[in-house]
């Protein structure tokens, strides 16, 4: 979390840096609007992580290596950096002028984080103003997902001669996607219409779509 805290402050320097023309061609590139950069940078991160630092010295709470919350940020907020850092160096040297100038890694990395200006918004929110959530994603590898852990898929690996049986959750950014769903469906934010949109787009090879369905319907999701 410390070199994602270094690596955001830094790129707000390298955006001013750029003349009007340039910073443009980097919103084209990017597809999000630098204003939007600047807000996400001076208000949501450092509000978690001052959230974070409030919570492990009132409430004494063991920060996990590999906790949820270093997951997600690595693979979202840290690797969508490095492709912003890395157009914006193209930009400058004159080899990037457009998104097809960049490798495919770092394209890939742009994707995840224009989605987290969207779905990310809500979860960083969600983070910053709910104490037992915030704890979960800390002190677990999976998180928040692990109260949920019935929905997910198991799978079976041999270890130490025995076979163990693991839940399948997603990783890193994607795990982002989940968060926001489970959240909204436990406060009851979705109409069941909209919750039938949204779980559509889950990926069935980690959920148990059909239990799921059934509990909502049946309101037995409400009741463990």
């Known amino acids: 979390m410390d070199s994602m805290e270094k690596d955001y402050f830094s790129l707000l320097d390298d955006i001013d840096a750029l003349e009007e023309e340039k910073r443009g061609k980097l919103e084209e590139i990017i597809e999000i609007d ?86 990310g918004n809500y979860y960083l929110d969600d983070l910053c103003t709910d104490e037992a959530k915030l704890e979960m994603e800390l002190s677990k590898t999976n998180g928040y997902l692990e109260k949920f852990d019935a929905y997910f898929h198991k799978t079976e690996a041999e270890k130490n001669g025995e076979m163990e049986i693991k839940t399948k959750f997603p990783v890193g950014s994607k795990k982002v996607l989940y968060f926001v769903f489970f959240s909204k469906l436990e406060k009851k934010e979705f109409t ?33």
Do not use: C, H
């Not at 974070?52 to 840290?78: A, L």
């Not at 949109?197 to 009741?223: C, H, M, P, Q, V």
């Open 34 to 119: 630098i204003p939007s950069i600047r807000r996400f940078i001076d208000e949501k991160m450092p509000k978690l992580l001052e959230r974070m630092n409030d919570e492990v010295r009132k409430r004494k709470i063991e920060i996990i290596t590999g906790n949820s919350v270093t997951d997600v940020m690595k693979n979202s907020v840290i690797a969508g950096i490095a492709a912003v850092k890395k157009t914006i160096e193209g930009i400058k040297n004159g080899k990037v002028e457009s998104g097809d100038d960049l490798k495919v890694a770092y394209r890939d990395m742009l994707i995840i984080f224009q989605n987290i200006f969207s779905y």
């Open 192 to 224: 069941p219409e909209e919750a039938e949109i949204e779980l559509a787009k889950l990926d069935e090879s980690y959920l148990n779509k059909e239990k799921l369905r059934a509990d909502i319907e049946s309101g037995d999701f409400w009741k463990k």
